[in-house]
């Protein structure tokens, strides 16, 4: 089966398979013979999900919560599958995020924009409406009780205005999407982690992920479990390191502020300098090349984000 990887806590990650292997993780959260995911991946995803639910001994009927951080369809794309395949199952999805799970024909729209019509499709297949009565929204501060275990919604934009993350109280730990960046296992030295940031194509707000990061810093947790790619703990190194590449993402953007004509292909150039500085920093010992091979889609969103922040500014 694909990769299933368990922390204690009931807590486990499935890799999703997306783009590739420890790339995308959906969480599986477990307590008392009950189960919440969170975010989905695309529809490809549900076989490795079902096949981790059997490993776990799990039935499809005891999913009661599909959490989405937010509906970037490497997110949320599998979300009208999944709720298809496990019956007893609420999505929970940020207000703003509602309406396009229950009709997600703009959504696609907008992501064919970015990556085209056909690589759309190929990601992502046919999108799956949602019943509108099967959705709650995930206001800041609501609680959600699986089996007694109580998970706490957090409002934190900067990704994406509507993007959320989710504060587990029993493990004292963050299901974080994207708003505390990527970390793949792929880069780790010697078991230890690095960080780095997600612009996103469209909503990028830099002052807003560092507020956002902040708030999570605050509440001291154990860990936090992004989507890419799973379990990070040493949480104030990594915040601290997280704030520092916000800043110097801003600084590139700004770089080139003044730029009409190809802007985003020299901001990416200079992210791609900041990634070599970064993994002299952090001492990567992946060479050069498997580096740009892992990040060559981040830093393309990354630069693209940041040029859309800058013409919205």
Known sequence: MQGLSAFGNGIYAVDSGYTGPDVAAIHLIEEGGRAALVDTGNNDALVHVEQALAE???????????????????HAGGAGAFMQAFPNAKLVVHPRGARHMAEPSKLFAGVSAVYGPERAKELYGELIPVPAERIVEATEGLELNLAGRVIRVFDTPGHARHHVCYFDTKSRSFFTGDTFGLSYRALDVAGRPSIFPTTTPVQFEP??????????EAEEPAAMYLTHYAQVTDVPRLAADLHRLIDAHVAVAERHAAV????????????????????ARQGWTLPQAE??????????????GLDVWLGAR
Do not use: C, F, Y
């Open 56 to 74: 776990t001994g799990l039935s499809p009927e005891a999913v009661d919560l599909v959490l989405l951080t937010h509906i970037h369809l490497d």
């Open 207 to 216: 002052e807003a992920m560092h507020a956002s990061v902040a708030r999570m």
């Open 291 to 304: 580096v740009r091979k892992l990040l060559a889609l981040d830093v393309e969103l990354n630069a693209q």
């Open 260 to 279: 009409v004509e190809g802007r985003k292909a020299l901001i990416e150039a200079d992210l791609w300098k900041l990634v070599d500085e970064e993994s």
